[in-house]
């Protein structure tokens, strides 16, 4: 099964279609991989530094607040009582790892699979050149304008395009990412996929090995 995507200039308009090279862009493993390496990647995210204070934490309490009879009130042995506003906190969290660990050969599949299904769904582009001479956001803008609508998108550039990079960034709806950072989140968390023809040349020497 031969898989193509579109080829279009700067300005929108299609200039031909490339075959898809099928030792990236081709999979037939199995979809459950995709929510472990999702569930890995958000995982690996979280900072877990969430932390609260015991009992044995909290300043204070070195004495007894009131004397145990007579008073009427409840007895109480110290301040830092989880019961008390103010006092330590029981089975409150701690700081923590939350990351989790996959073998390489299940997130190099499941980063093939999110290509494919991202392939197979039409929704690879792959720009001629972006030839802006300086950054702009306007250009970049207009580009994606003239594909009929600014959806969810993901730039996936060449090493060292910091050019490119600087265009795309500002609009809130494009995540731009160089082809060593990509990741199976971004390729599915996007509507549309938008290659340069140096970076899905790169794409391939990277991820057919």
Known sequence: M???????????????????NKKVFYSKGDVNILHRVIRTYLADRRLGTASTKTRSE???????????????????????????????????????????????????????????????????LIVDEFNFKKSSTKKAFNFLKSLGDIKKTLVIIEKDNDIVEKSFRNIPTVNVVGVDRLSVYNILNAERLIFTKKSIKETVEVYSR
């Open 58 to 124: 909290v300043r204070g309490g070195g004495r007894k607040p009131w004397r145990q009879k007579g008073t009427g009130r409840a007895r109480a042995g110290s301040i830092r009582s989880p019961i008390w506003r103010g006092g330590g906190v029981v089975f409150g969290p701690k700081p923590r790892d939350y990351s989790l660990r996959l073998p390489k050969k299940v997130k190099y599949e499941a980063r093939k699979l999110a290509l494919y299904i991202k392939a197979k769904e039409n929704k690879i």
């Open 2 to 20: 031969v898989l193509r995507a579109d080829v279009v200039n700067i300005d929108g308009d299609k200039i031909s279609t490339i075959d898809l």
